[in-house]
C-alpha cells in the first residue's frame, strides 16, 4: 500500500494517457477495446483525484497529431468522448467539479461540442476540482497561437515590444489557467513529453509508469504523488542542505537526502 501525504499535495497534476493500442493487442483485442478500456481508466482517475483533492487535472485525452490515425480509430475516439461527457455529467455537476477543455476544440465533430460546451458552461461556476481535456491539444500549437495573439497586439499598437515577457506568454496559455502542472504523469513505459503542456513544464516533476493506461489505477496515481512529494523542488535554486551528524569522535558527517 501507497501513503501520500495530504498536506503536500500538488495542485495541478497532468496525465498523458499512454498505452490503450498495446493493452488490446497484449488481450488480443482490437484498438477500438483499448480505448474503451481506457475511458473507464479516466473515470477511476478522475474519482480517485477527486477524493485525493487535487485541484487541477488535466488529461491528454487527443492531441492534434492524432487525428492523423486511421479514420475508424478516431471516429471511435470521438464515440468514447461522447459517451464519456454523457455518462459523467451528473457526476461532474454533483460533486462542484469544472470541466474545461483546451486545444484546437473547432476541429472536433459537432456531435462531441453539442456535448462538451453545455457541460463545460453549466460547470463554469464549480471550484471543489478543474477537470480538463485536452482534445486536438498540441503544446507547440498553443504556444505558437500566443505568439501570434501577442504579433497582434503589438501591430495594432496595443502592446509595445518591450513588454513581451515569459509572464505575458504565459497568461495567453489556456492549458495554464490552472497553474503550471507541478507533477506530469505518463504511463505506458514510454520516457516522452510528445508535445503535452510544453511552456508549463519548465519546472514541473515528471513520473514515468510502466503501467498501460488501462490497467492504471488509484494505487498507480498513490505511487506517481509519493514520488512527487519525496523529491525537492528547487525551481533553479540552491537545495537546502542536508542535513549533518556528529560522531561520538567529534566528525561531522554529511547524510544523504
Known sequence: MVFVEARN?????????????????????????????????????????????????????????????????????MGLLREFLLGERDEILGNGIRLNAIGNIGRLPALVRAVLEPLR?????????????????????????????????????????????????????????????DLVIRTGGERRISNFLLYGLAYAELHFSDTLWPEFGEEDLYEAIASYQARERRFGKVGKAAPQRVTAGGQVIRLAV
Request: hydrophobic letters at 40%; proline letters at 3%; zero cysteines.
Open 9 to 77: 499535495l500538488p495542485s495541478h497534476v497532468g496525465i498523458i494517457m499512454d498505452g490503450n493500442g498495446r493493452w488490446a493487442q497484449t488481450h488480443g483485442h482490437d484498438r477500438s477495446a483499448g480505448h474503451r478500456e481506457g475511458s473507464a481508466a479516466v473515470r477511476r482517475i478522475v474519482r480517485a483525484a477527486r477524493r485525493l483533492g487535487l485541484k487541477a487535472l488535466t488529461l491528454y485525452a487527443f492531441s492534434e497529431q492524432n487525428w492523423a490515425r486511421p479514420e475508424q480509430e478516431v471516429d471511435a475516439l
Open 121 to 181: 458552461r453549466e460547470s463554469e461556476g464549480n471550484d471543489s476540482m478543474t477537470l480538463t481535456l485536452a482534445l486536438s491539444y498540441g503544446g507547440r500549437e498553443e504556444i505558437a497561437q500566443a505568439a501570434r495573439e501577442l504579433a497582434t497586439r503589438v501591430k495594432a499598437g496595443t502592446l509595445e515590444t518591450d513588454k513581451i515577457t515569459a509572464e505575458a506568454l504565459h497568461g495567453l496559455m489556456p492549458s495554464l489557467t490552472v497553474g503550471d502542472p
